[in-house]
């Protein structure tokens, strides 16, 4: 390499806005550019010609060493995935350690031994952003399966677990329980009291039901007006009435002020009808939430505020 265009290429990795590292193939610095300087700290002067592991000894045995071995004596570069190695050296801006992204590249210099360039890039911006991005889309998803009103599962939500756990039982011959409830008087109710203290109402009784879950498989979803829909993997109809006993119970506890319903109590109440998918006998989804609506009904005609329980088939 001519003499003569070495300041110039000294000059060129002092000026770039990344971090310029070249090694002799003894592991020696000799260039720690301007970058490099601002960020760790650390002048040519304190570096220069110093063992690379001495002035990063946290680098020692890891994925940047390899790196350098390859560069250095086999001639093969490397690029350090950023998610497995995200700020390997000790750089910081505003005492915040830079994330970065590191590639190592051998270097053939005229008449000597091979040196290597390690170039360090602060990626810190785009990690940020990243990381913003998966926030966002997680409170997407979380929006695009929650009610907007009561904030339980929504509709689709229902919709993608019930597929999930009718598959499961039916794959591991366990029973399946699907509970339908609803507000009994719903539609008086916002009549006489104003649409805004009936949402208060699928509010206070969509969150008091779900707490009674207890189990991460267990769903409790919107199913549509005033009406809503717990999914119970693993249960039999024993178990899913004793539930459901407990669910009619708990929305008579909450003491809600119903003047126009025809319960003695004067208060909110609801109905619920279960339907069970046996683990020998495995149904369809669509009979399973026929068969629900179905002891809905019957719970409704019989005087609502009922339990009623129908076989799917």
């Known amino acids: 390499m001519n003499c003569s265009r070495l300041p110039l290429l000294e000059s060129v990795f002092c000026a770039v806005n990344v971090g310029a590292i070249v090694l002799d193939h003894q592991r020696r610095i000799a260039l720690w550019n301007a970058w490099m300087i601002k960020h760790s700290g650390l002048a040519h002067e304190q570096v220069a010609g110093r063992d690379f592991f001495a002035v990063c000894p946290e680098l020692r045995g890891g994925r940047v ?34 994330q970065q992204a590191v590639e190592v590249t051998p270097v053939e210099v005229d008449g000597a031994p091979r040196h290597c360039l390690i170039q360090v890039t602060d ?45 499961r039982a039916k794959r591991g011959g366990t029973p399946l329980s699907l509970l339908m409830i609803d507000i009994d008087h719903f539609k008086a109710y916002n009549d006489h009291y104003g649409h805004q203290k009936g949402d208060q109402c ?36 024993d178990q899913a009435l004793l539930m459901a006993e407990s669910i009619r119970a708990r929305a008579q506890e909450l003491a809600i002020p119903h003047e126009r319903t025809t319960d003695a109590s004067q208060q909110i109440t609801v109905s619920i009808g279960i339907a069970t998918q046996k683990s020998d006998a495995p149904v369809e989804v669509e009979a399973l939430i026929g068969a629900a609506d179905r002891a809905l009904y019957q719970a409704k005609r019989n005087g609502r505020n009922l339990v009623a329980a129908v076989q799917p088939g």
């Open 65 to 98: 060493d390899a790196a350098i071995q390859y560069a250095l004596y086999n001639n093969f570069p490397s690029l350090l995935s950023q998610t497995l190695n995200k700020a390997p050296f000790p750089l910081y801006a505003r005492d915040e350690r830079i």
């Open 123 to 167: 990626v810190s911006i785009a990690v940020t952003r990243e990381k913003l991005l998966r926030e966002q889309a997680m409170v997407l998803r979380s929006q695009t399966f929650a009610d907007g009103l009561t904030g339980i599962a929504n509709r689709r939500h229902f919709d993608v677990a019930m597929e999930k756990e009718h598959r």
């Open 202 to 237: 699928l509010i206070q009784v969509a969150a008091a039901l779900a707490d009674m879950l207890k189990r991460p498989c267990d769903l409790m979803a919107r199913y549509g007006g005033e009406e809503f829909a717990m999914i119970l993997p693993d249960t039999d109809v």
